[in-house]
């Protein structure tokens, strides 16, 4: 063992979920360490640079540690300073830059990382889903100018640029591209823009639809990427566009290869991992889940708002 040293548990991410878990742990006399694969809050680090969340600043706090915003709907940078600050101020222990390549139990758990290995008594596996596009799988989608991720408008003015999707990223980037002077089209693959859309956002795009500022294909699906054209199907017909740039964001999902070497089962067509509700111990002895990794596929139902609570179950269980 390294040093000698068999901790209580490790916590796998340090996202606000991770944080909160170590927060219930230092709290409870656990030896506990984190380890995270990026930066501080790796996923909000990647989020859009003028992201706005849904939720109020209340409602992403941690540990009763009041978080003060500008506005009731606090921006990305707000965010990474107030997590970070936690983080610092609570001289909690994360190892950054260190990503888990393995999870073994001869005895107790064995994890590997990129820089070590280390042992615990339990794993708490809070690693999100922002790691992992849904790929469209269409040819064109490897190229330079293709990403899965959006982070600052400029990049993309006086372009011809396609956002793939209708969700509030998608949603978010074709305004804020149209705004920065991109000549934006959206590729929808439903009827509508979606419904989870920020209630304050969706007046917005629908009325630069319906003005014609922005163009959207609906019932439409990408067929193709080439060096200057985005070819799709629209209404049982191929249509060739004009393009420079694709941002396709077709959302994200966990590391299910990773679950399933642990050993964790997913159960159905939308993977949803095998948990007790009450104390989120997964089906394999001593892993726990917490955050947003609980819903498989279903990358909507759990976020920091409402799976907070997650670190008290766990951490009260193993305690």
Same mark, same amino acid.
């Given at each position: 063992m390294k040093n000698g040293k /068999?901790?209580? %548990?490790?916590?796998?991410?340090? *996202?606000?979920?991770g944080i909160n878990c170590a927060l219930e742990a230092k709290k409870k006399g656990l030896t506990y360490l984190v380890l995270e694969k990026g930066p501080i809050v790796n996923s909000l680090y990647h989020y859009p640079t003028n992201m706005q969340f849904f939720s109020t600043s209340e409602k992403l706090e941690l540990n009763d540690i009041p978080f003060i915003s500008k506005e009731a709907k606090p921006s990305k940078q707000e965010a990474l300073e107030y997590y970070r600050r936690i983080a610092t101020s609570n001289a %909690?222990?994360?190892h950054?830059? &260190?990503?888990? %390549?393995?999870?073994? @139990?001869?005895? =107790?758990?064995k994890v590997e990382t990129s820089k070590s290995t280390y042992h615990s008594k339990h794993i708490i596996v809070a690693t999100g889903f922002y790691d992992l596009p849904q790929m469209m799988n269409?040819?064109?989608?490897?190229?330079?100018?293709?990403?899965?991720?959006?982070?600052?408008? =400029? /990049?993309?003015?006086?372009?011809?640029?396609?956002?793939?999707?209708?969700?509030?990223?998608?949603?978010?980037?074709?305004?804020?591209?149209? @705004?920065?002077g991109g000549n934006v089209s959206m590729i929808i693959r439903g009827s509508d823009i979606g419904e989870r859309v920020k209630y304050w956002v969706k007046p917005d795009i629908e009325n630069r639809i319906k003005e014609g500022s922005i163009k959207a294909y609906f019932n439409a699906e990408v067929k193709e990427i080439t060096t200057d054209k985005i070819i799709i199907s629209h209404k049982g017909k191929v249509k060739k566009i004009t393009n420079d740039f694709v941002v396709a964001l077709t959302g994200y999902q966990p590391n299910f290869a990773f679950l399933k070497d642990m050993g964790i089962e997913l159960e159905g067509p939308k993977k949803i991992p095998v948990y007790d509700e009450e104390s989120m111990e997964t089906n394999v002895s001593g892993i726990f889940l917490?955050?947003?990794?609980?819903? *498989?596929? &279903?990358? =909507?139902k759990w976020f920091i708002e409402n799976s907070r609570v997650h670190?008290? @179950?766990?951490?009260? =269980?193993?305690?």
């Open positions: /068999l901790y209580d %548990l490790i916590i796998i991410g340090a *996202g606000p979920i %909690l222990k994360i950054l830059f &260190e990503k888990v %390549l393995k999870v073994k @139990r001869p005895k =107790h758990f269409v040819k064109g989608e490897s190229l330079p100018k293709t990403t899965h991720y959006y982070d600052d408008p =400029h /990049l993309y003015a006086f372009q011809e640029v396609a956002v793939v999707g209708a969700s509030n990223s998608a949603v978010d980037a074709a305004l804020e591209i149209y @705004r920065k917490a955050g947003v990794i609980c819903g *498989g596929k &279903e990358t =909507h670190a008290k @179950r766990i951490i009260n =269980h193993i305690a």
